[in-house]
Nanobody, 128 residues
Framework: VQLQASGGGLVQAGGSLRLTCAAEDHTFSNRFMGWFRQAPGKEREFVSAITWSGRTTFYADSVEGRFTISRDNAKNMAYLIMKSLAPEDTAVYYC??????????????????????WGQGTLVTVSS
């Protein structure tokens, strides 16, 4: 499984971006998907996750209400729409996928070890 994250860039505080994760995968619809981020000098942290069908989503408290995760299983794509961006959102954003058939809950979706496949990351820089 190969994941390709894109859509990062430089944006002013208060702006918006849409990140895309493209998967080369025949069983994408059976994979739990997540987004994580890593700021310079910090550990990787959970941002958001979405179930196979897309009906259930999870968010970190820091992005709840500002970010929206979604997926299009027909296109093997996952998305992260980010609004009201702030300088503290500056980080490399990674998309991740579980092994096919794995279900994650609110707790396990936040754990990077739940995910087996990772994209290369896309840099988001928010200027003040």
């Amino acid at each position: 499984v190969q994941l390709q994250a894109s859509g990062g860039g430089l944006v002013q505080a208060g702006g918006s971006l849409r990140l895309t994760c493209a998967a080369e995968d025949h069983t994408f619809s059976n994979r739990f998907m997540g987004w994580f981020r890593q700021a310079p000098g910090k550990e990787r942290e959970f941002v958001s996750a979405i179930t196979w069908s897309g009906r259930t989503t999870f968010y970190a408290d820091s992005v709840e209400g500002r970010f929206t995760i979604s997926r299009d299983n027909a296109k093997n794509m996952a998305y992260l729409i980010m609004k009201s961006l702030a300088p503290e959102d500056t980080a490399v954003y990674y998309c991740a996928a579980t092994v096919s058939g794995v279900f994650a809950n609110r707790t396990s979706s936040r754990n990077p070890t739940t995910y087996h496949y990772w994209g290369q990351g896309t840099l988001v820089t928010v200027s003040s």
